[in-house]
């Protein structure tokens, strides 16, 4: 007797003490379930590859501020979206989500809403500030002629002064020579000093009594220089004095006159001039804030657009959203970014617009799916708000809706196919069973196959995510099948020996059985332990969890639910009840005509069998190379219910689900704001062509088919030159440096970079900071963000953006985002799947020959027994290229399901043919036993298993559909290739291998009728 044996006669010799420490490990196990975390987020699946660490490093090192954000689009539809009406309506939508205190705490620093109503707004009262601008500074211009011209006349009424002083003096010297006597001299002076009167008179008219009497005083010094200086004149003409003298004396009564001038224009008009200059410098302030950007509030915005008319905002509007910057100091080339990408750019009407709201989060993920609770429930928050403000023409957009959803669908999923799938395989299990403590038994038995699984995840600190869902499917499937194997072969043995006990019966049973479970475990562990070799760290995580599950299943169907079994059985029968059951399928009748099909094909054609096999296998493994590779959110996206599931009461009626159609609806009309490619541009950016190097890169991507046009036919490219035109039509001094660098005048700059980085950086330092990387004053790494259409496929993606970031020379440019590390991790989970298999076919052979080496004798054996689970790989990956089924994180596990299932009717078929060939000595008869025998046990757990997970298809979540067709079909393929296929390889086996071979059994077909002897 082997170990095995050993082993499995102790369960029915102890099977009370069995049933204790089993019950004691299931309890400590459990404990360990409420410790499961769930994630939808398809982070996770992150390998690490050099675009996913680009990824982290531009999420790490580039931003608008200290906080990572995530952005929620709403999306406003309607007759004419830019109708006065809508545009006050978008902004009090911006007002209600700041006033909603829960919304407002998670909204994110400085410009936390955005939409082409801000735009507007925001240009309309820059237009208002110019106008003010432009008319104040020609007032002050006005002012400052009318000053100088009032400061020119007093000038001009010192000259006036200094002729008549001259005449004075001449005439003194006239009088002192004796040329005039006194009655003229009086006459003239007098007349002199009138006409200075009149001088002073006209000068002053004006001024007030301060100010004249300012003038008078420089008016007097003045005529007191001109004495001074005709008094020299004359000295000189003389000769009295030298020209050396003359010069000097002459010199320094003209330094004086300078002194009177100012003191009898700037001097009296001192107060005018310090006014003028007070208002001239706040007319410059008042410019400089107008240029550095400084923005409005909401309040001011909604009560600007409700002091115009239709006419003024249609003025506006055409400005703004003409696609020309010039007219909207750089606001318009980003308008657009908000409109249709149908929309006709200068347009007063559209029938959509987008709002963008930037909410703070715990961290920068580049994927969707999982989210904190306050953005689900800020989010929904928001959609409220919008259908209340918008009379339901809103969609809202965003991570939290969108995890929600999925979660949601989920939920929704397992609670309608939850019970028909319970229901299905319980009234399956009557059809089979068709006794009600055996049902008990066997659902006991998944439940706490489902514990013990769920149980060490939790203590292992494991995350439940999107795969997992397959987990309880491959457990179900097989503690069906382990279960129904048990119970079969315990009621064949009670059938075939009469007087044998309950507990005599079972330890037959588990010892005949119990070497093919230990088998079917063994395999099954190592095929999913193979996916240890998968880069993602959930498909290693489901490796090891699906281990666990099925070696649990082995020990409470090979330990515990016997033990229940015989102590259970023993109780009744002591009672007086009836015990012995039919095995199902041994009755003869017309299920057993179907299970020995596969004999009847063996016996009379076994080649034909294994060629048509071999054909059809070809043909699907073909197909299995065209399969598509696809990992995309929408796979986790609803649709719509069917109607039928509207009329279901509740808790089982599912919810409204918008988000697919919302998403389509913005992939085909707007620009995504989180569809992205990013070129990561590090080395030596301050050299002098990197910039232009950047420009030609965006005009490449400009050119491929991913990049998504804005209603102006222009990409939309978000970089450090986009940042920079913007900012020099924000800002004067960055604009003097920009243009400065810019030596051959195409508007890319070309010299002196580090100046260009450092002014930007002073005059926009976060918007800066989004593009261009800076450690410790040293740049070092630029960013381009381009823009994707929606729906483009993210090889597609991959492809062009990587042939972007090629473009560059003598710099690192890497492409990266969330599309080309989506299309990496396709890649990994495709290579997964073929590593996987590879390593798990290999390993199963190896370990099947080994170990019917052993035990039978011969390795042929364990080959001949995988060989049925390789068809029907081919086929069911042929089968979802003929159905379009692509591979995603759950149909992707399909190949280990196939293995895992597909090896367990195997491997029972063939254990049970072998020890039948031994006990019958004829082929036909051990094949006819063996197949409506375990044959029987087969097709209960496959029709168990395939209803119970065939109705995924009637789950709301698309990806849960595919995954119940496809596991469905998995399934009925290994029974087909085990009932249908094996007999045919067995008998072939045992003629040229086995027993035939060696001439010990008679495999003639004409021999059948009668059993050989050994």
Same mark, same amino acid.
């Given at each position: 007797m082997s170990l095995l044996d050993r082993v499995f006669g102790k369960v029915t010799e102890h099977s009370r003490a069995v049933i204790a420490v089993l019950l004691v490990i299931t309890v400590l196990l459990g404990a360990g379930a409420p410790m499961i975390e769930q994630s939808s987020s398809l982070d996770q699946f992150q390998s690490d590859s050099s675009a996913a660490k680009k990824l982290d490093f531009i999420n790490s090192n580039f931003s608008t501020g200290n906080e990572n954000t995530t952005t929620v689009q709403v999306i406003v539809k309607g007759d004419n979206v830019l109708s006065k009406k809508e545009l006050v309506n978008s902004l009090q939508f911006q007002q209600r989500l700041h006033e909603n205190e829960t919304i407002n705490s998670t909204l994110s620093n400085g410009t936390s809403t955005s939409g082409v109503a801000n735009v507007i707004a925001i240009a309309a009262i820059q237009q208002d500030k110019v106008k003010e601008l432009r008319a104040d500074g020609a007032e002050l211009k006005q002012r400052s002629q009318q000053l100088n011209r009032t400061a020119q006349g007093l000038s001009d009424s010192l000259n006036q002064t200094r002729?008549? &002083?001259? !005449? +004075?003096? &001449? $005439?003194?010297?006239?009088?002192?020579?004796?040329?005039?006597? =006194?009655?003229?001299?009086?006459?003239?002076?007098a007349k002199i000093e009138a006409q200075l009167s009149g001088v002073r008179t006209k000068a002053t008219a004006n001024l007030s009594a301060e100010q004249g009497a300012t003038f008078n005083k420089s008016a007097t010094q003045a005529r007191g220089l001109q004495a001074k200086l005709d008094g020299l004149n004359a000295s000189y003409q003389q000769g009295q004095i030298n020209q050396s003298t003359y010069k000097q004396q002459a010199g320094e009564i003209q330094s004086q006159f300078g002194k009177v001038y100012k003191l009898g224009t700037q001097g009296v008009l001192a107060d005018e001039y310090q006014k003028l200059g007070e208002q001239s410098e706040k007319l410059q302030q008042r410019q400089e804030a107008l240029q550095n950007g400084l923005m409005p509030t909401l309040a001011q915005e909604i009560d600007k657009l409700q002091s115009m008319n239709q006419s003024q905002i249609d003025s506006v509007t055409k400005t703004v959203l003409s696609g020309d910057s010039s007219g909207s100091s750089g606001m318009a080339s980003q308008a657009l970014a908000f409109m249709p990408t149908s929309y006709d750019p200068g347009s007063t009407t559209a029938n959509a617009t987008m709002m963008v709201v930037f909410q703070k989060q715990k961290s920068q993920s580049s994927m969707e799916g999982d989210t904190s609770d306050i953005l689900v429930s800020t989010q929904q928050g928001m959609k409220t708000i919008a259908n209340d403000e918008f009379n339901d023409d809103a969609l809202v957009f965003g991570s939290g809706i969108i995890s929600e959803e999925i979660n949601q669908s989920m939920t929704d999923s397992l609670a309608i196919v939850g019970p028909l799938a319970l229901l299905f395989v319980i009234l399956t299990l009557i059809i089979a069973y068709r006794d009600l403590l055996d049902i008990l038994l066997g659902v006991v038995g998944i439940v706490f196959v489902l514990v013990w699984t769920f149980g060490a995840m939790g203590w292992a600190g494991i995350t439940f995510n999107q795969m997992f869902i397959a987990v309880p499917v $491959? $457990?179900?499937?097989?503690?069906?099948? +382990?279960?129904?194997?048990?119970?079969?072969?315990?009621? %064949?043995?009670? %059938? %075939?020996?009469? =007087?044998?006990?309950?507990?005599?019966?079972?330890r037959v049973a588990l010892i005949s059985v119990g070497a093919a479970l230990t088998w079917v475990t063994a395999t099954t562990v190592i095929g999913f332990l193979s996916n240890m070799v998968s880069p993602l760290p959930p498909i290693q995580d489901f490796g090891v969890v699906s281990s666990v599950g099925i070696i649990a299943a082995l020990v409470i169907f090979g330990g515990l639910i016997p033990a229940l079994k015989v102590e259970s059985d023993e109780f009744l029968e002591s009672r007086g009840f009836n015990r012995r059951k039919h095995a199902f399928g041994t009755g003869g009748g017309v299920l057993g005509r179907v299970l020995t099909v596969g004999a009847t094909a063996a016996r009379k054609a076994p080649l034909v069998v294994i060629v048509l096999t071999l054909l059809v296998s070809a043909a699907g493994g073909y197909g299995?190379? !065209?399969?598509?590779?696809?990992?995309?959110?929408?796979d986790f996206l609803a649709d719509s219910p069917p109607h039928w599931t509207k009329q279901l009461p509740e808790p089982f009626k599912p919810g409204n689900y918008s988000a697919k159609k919302n998403l389509d609806y913005v992939n085909d009309n707007f620009v995504?704001?989180?569809?992205?490619?990013?070129?990561l541009v590090q080395g030596d950016i301050t050299k002098d062509n990197a910039l232009e190097q950047v420009h030609r890169a965006k005009e490449k991507a400009g050119k491929k088919d991913v990049t998504i046009k804005l209603s102006n036919d222009e990409p939309q490219v978000q970089g450090p030159l986009s940042v920079m035109e913007q900012v020099a039509a924000e800002n004067a001094t960055f604009n003097k440096t920009f243009t400065a660098a810019d030596t051959d005048g195409n508007g890319v700059p070309d010299k002196n $970079? !580090? !100046?260009? +980085? =450092?002014?930007?950086?002073?005059?926009?330092p976060d918007q800066a900071a989004g593009v261009i990387h800076r450690d410790n004053g040293d740049y070092d790494a630029l960013r381009v963000a381009i823009s994707l259409k929606g729906g483009a496929s993210s090889s597609a993606v991959t492809t062009q953006m990587r042939d972007v970031a090629d473009s560059f020379d003598g710099l690192e440019a890497t492409a990266t985002g969330q599309s080309i590390v989506f299309e990496i991790i396709q890649k990994d989970l495709l290579n997964t799947v073929i590593e996987s298999l590879i390593i798990t076919m290999v390993s199963v052979f190896a370990f099947l020959m080994l170990i019917y080496r052993l035990t039978e004798g011969s390795a042929t054996l364990g080959a001949v027994t995988l060989l049925p689970v390789v068809f029907s790989v081919a086929w069911i990956l042929g089968t979802m290229y003929l159905l379009g089924m692509p591979f995603n994180i759950l149909t992707g596990m399909i190949t280990s399901l196939t293995v895992g299932l597909g090896v367990a009717y195997s491997i029972h078929l063939s254990e049970r043919y072998n020890v039948e060939l031994e006990r019958q000595g004829s082929v036909w008869e051990a094949m006819e036993v063996s197949l409506t025998g375990t044959g029987g046990a087969l097709l209960g757990s496959a029709a168990t298993t395939v209803g119970g997970f065939g109705v995924l298809a009637f789950a709301i979540l698309p990806a849960l559909q595919q995954f119940g067709i496809i596991t469905g079909l998995t399934i009925i393929y290994a029974f087909i290739a085990s009932v249908l296929v094996l007999p045919s390889l067995l008998v072939v086996w045992t003629r040229y291998f086995g027993p035939g071979a060696r001439g010990t059994i008679e495999t003639k077909s004409d021999a059948a009728t009668s059993p050989s002897e050994d």
């Open positions: 002729g008549l &002083q001259a !005449k +004075y003096d &001449q $005439l003194n010297a006239s009088h002192e020579s004796g040329q005039v006597n =006194d009655a003229a001299y009086q006459n003239q002076s $491959l $457990l179900i499937g097989l503690a069906i099948d +382990y279960a129904i194997h048990v119970f079969m072969r315990h009621r %064949e043995e009670r %059938e %075939e020996h009469p =007087d044998a006990d309950v507990r005599g019966s079972m299995a190379t !065209k399969v598509d590779t696809s990992f995309s959110q929408t995504r704001q989180d569809s992205q490619a990013q070129i $970079l !580090k !100046k260009v +980085y =450092d002014g930007l950086f002073a005059a926009a």
